[in-house]
């Protein structure tokens, strides 16, 4: 028998459902276990292996390397004794950093446990939500907006699907999906009845089976089960500069004290082993154990503020930022969206837009967000005869949501967004006498009203309908010619005590930046309120018009930018960063997804969706700028402490180095010494550290942060 799996997207579905023993309502709990236990979709590791790998990985530092190159050559030379010294130097040494990465490792994975993805799943015909990692092959997942796809799968069923596919064919611009059978010869770009791992839902929603999973997926088979080594971090890569650094002035002035032995006709082996004296001294052989201890102390430290360290280098970054990005909704507001009102559009009270508005919120299926929340706790809405028939989801590129309902006899779609794409969507408009009009005759006054309530701080959505009777199948292409019938007026309060937090993190040296996609007029309105510059605001539509090298300019002058589109965000943090910057940027969205990625720290919340979380270095167990700024702050202490190490340390090395060869000695080679190393001396004195502050960004001096 041919296996289909092999070119699941050209055989038909009954035929891969018979080779994967599967039905359209799933497998059973029978075959879930039998499939885990035969093979799994990811294989178990060796806890002791790992161990073992972990404990090796401690010895392959700059640092390590020079202690190690000392053995060898004291055992060359037979001192045996200094062999056996260093070698407990490099074992102790190496011990306290396996002890402290392995405690450390294991307690974020149990914090990883907390936000793990999980999958919709059919299972015995019933819905269940499990962990992506217990996914197997013949099982039928459920997918809306911002979920990750566990596996490779063949659609099933799809309704206006959109897939990010960017992490495996590099095209950013989402890929549209659908159930038809293809040719075998279909390049894999072009498989467009396929879902891959990896990649993420970015609007509609789908029902299908998953083939393969793991390694034998197409991502898995490039990336080894996504396990890529992840990107070195700028705490990390100064470690590693600060180890290189030192062992080449190491290995240089050991060379220049063995040649002036050697000039002064000292005996060489005397010469040498003065030599390797000095260089063993020099080491700070406790650094890596010391710059692992204050990570997961740190790490530990930022759980009982509520904070996931899911990569232990972020501790340290975090403490290094110097702008932030965040959106609005539920980082700089309340999160709590309540409808004011829902208005005609003269802006008069009105009944039916109240109902049309309650039936698109109540029928939606696709991606779940607080506006829709809101709409859907509205009361004293008579429902009871009306069905619903289709639906079209929304999605971030027309930003809008229609649904079809049945009243009686008649088919009518309601569509709800943005205003302007609403309007853009309009031919005609209803008044409050139910007359419809041409829409051209009031335009200006829907414009009118819509600014006002913007300039309010309300979040302003706009609803249109139209009579479909006698077809009510329907897709993106029949919102056309439709009636507005007016405005949701929606509302979010600021946080309390907000504007005393930005102002905090202003004088830790951090500036906030507010990157929405709500209009200008709503962005605007809140920015004054929490003491944002609203001066030189940024609107998509002139981020579009402006090239890279203008934007890196801007960014740093603007803090307020609106009516964004997805991958703008990532755009400017990449500006940010190109500036000098080091960015972090909090959000909890599909839209967020790529710009976490790209930012120096990213952060999540453990109520995103699961493409946010997945992207996120760190996840805040609550949405609140307190805990940035207090995560901020630890970050802080964790480089400050693994600074007093290096800096007492190597100072005293230094000074133990220049006691040994002498002042007379050294002295013509101190000009050779990097700034660094000679003023270290001058910050042994924890007193005279205590007013040491960072003057490019107002960092507190460590009496404030210690």
């Known amino acids: 028998m041919a296996l289909h799996s092999k070119t699941f997207w050209s055989a038909s579905l009954a035929d891969l459902l018979r080779e994967l023993q599967s039905t359209p309502n799933g497998l059973t709990g029978e075959q879930v276990l039998g499939r885990k236990r035969s093979s799994g979709i990811k294989k178990q590791k060796n806890p002791a292996f790992e161990d073992l790998l972990l404990f090796f990985g401690q010895f392959k530092s700059p640092l390590m390397l020079i202690l190690i190159f000392a053995v060898i050559l004291s055992s060359v030379l037979g001192e045996y004794t200094n062999s056996y010294i260093i070698i407990g130097i490099i074992l102790l040494s190496g011990f306290l950093g396996f002890i402290q990465e392995r405690n450390a490792s294991r307690a974020i994975q149990k914090l990883q446990a907390m936000v793990q993805v999980t999958c919709t799943v059919m299972r015995s015909g019933a819905i269940r939500d499990v962990p992506a990692s217990e996914i197997v092959a013949g099982d039928v997942i459920l997918l809306n907006a911002g979920d990750i796809i566990p596996g490779d799968c063949r659609i099933i069923e799809a309704n206006d699907l959109h897939v990010n596919e960017a992490t495996l064919t590099g095209e950013s611009f989402p890929a549209e999906k659908n159930p038809d059978e293809l040719q075998e010869s279909t390049p894999l770009a072009k498989r467009k009845n396929c879902l891959f791992q990896g990649t993420s839902v970015v609007n509609g929603t789908a029902r299908a089976l998953v083939v393969t999973t793991g390694n034998n997926t197409e991502l898995g088979k490039i990336t080894k089960d996504l396990e890529k080594h992840q990107p070195e971090t700028a705490f990390e890569r100064g470690t590693r500069k600060f180890g290189y650094l030192l062992m080449r002035i190491t290995l240089m002035l050991s060379l220049m004290i063995l040649v002036l032995n050697l000039y002064l006709e000292k005996p060489f082996s005397d010469s040498v082993l003065f030599s390797l004296a000095l260089a063993v001294g020099i080491a700070p052989e406790l650094l890596p154990a010391i710059v692992t201890i204050t990570l997961s102390a740190g790490a530990k430290r930022l759980v009982e503020k509520k904070v996931i360290v899911k990569k232990l280098a972020s501790v340290q970054n975090l403490g290094s930022v110097n702008v932030f990005c965040s959106d609005k909704t539920g980082t700089l507001t309340e999160g709590i969206v309540s409808v004011e009102q829902t208005t005609d ?21 696709g991606f779940t967000n607080p506006l829709d929340e809101a709409i859907r706790s509205l009361s004293n809405v008579e429902i009871k005869e009306y069905n ?38 309009c031919r005609y408009v209803e008044n409050k006498n139910n007359e419809v009009l041409p829409i051209d005759k009031v335009s200006e006054a829907i414009q009118k009203n819509f600014e006002s309530f913007s300039s309010q701080g309300f979040r302003t959505i706009g609803l249109a309908y139209k009579d479909i009777t006698g077809d009510p199948v329907i897709n993106k292409d029949d919102e056309t010619d439709m009636i507005f019938l007016g405005f949701i007026i929606l509302s979010d309060p600021i946080k309390p005590g907000i504007k005393e937090t930005i102002q905090k993190l202003r004088e ?12 200008q007029l709503v962005a605007r309105h809140m920015s004054g309120e929490i003491g944002l510059r609203t001066d030189t605001l940024l609107t998509g539509t002139e981020l579009r018009a402006m090239s890279d090298e203008a934007l890196i300019k801007r960014v740093q002058e603007t803090d307020v930018f609106a009516e964004t589109e997805p991958n703008q965000k990532e755009r400017l943090v990449r500006a940010l960063q190109k500036a000098g910057n080091v960015v972090g940027y909090i959000g909890d969205g599909i839209n967020d997804a790529s710009a976490l ?69 050294l002295l013509p080679f101190l000009p050779l010494l990097p700034k660094q190393i000679l003023l270290a001396n001058f910050l042994t004195d924890l007193p005279a550290m205590n007013n040491f502050v960072n003057p490019g960004n107002g960092t507190p001096c460590l009496s404030e942060i210690l």
């Open 345 to 365: 559009w003269e802006g008069n009270p009105s009944d039916k837009v109240r109902l049309y508005a309650y039936l698109n919120a109540l029928y939606e299926t």
């Open 388 to 425: 619903k028939l289709d639906e079209v989801p929304y999605d971030f590129i027309r930003k809008r949501l229609s649904i079809v309902v049945q009243h009686k006899e008649r088919h009518y779609i309601i569509t709800k967004g943005a205003v302007d794409n609403i309007l853009d969507v």
């Open 597 to 665: 990625k790209t930012a120096d720290v990213g952060i999540s919340v453990d109520t995103a969706v699961d493409v946010a979380k997945e992207s996120a270095d760190l996840v805040f167990l609550q949405k609140d700028l307190k805990v940035l700024l207090d995560g901020i702050i630890e970050g802080r202490k964790t480089f400050v402490n693994t600074l007093k190490y290096i800096f007492v340390t190597t100072s005293a090395n230094f000074g133990n180095m220049f006691s040994l060869a002498g002042t007379s000695l």
């Open 508 to 519: 830790t040296g951090t500036t906030l930046k507010l990157i929405t996609g709500d209009n």
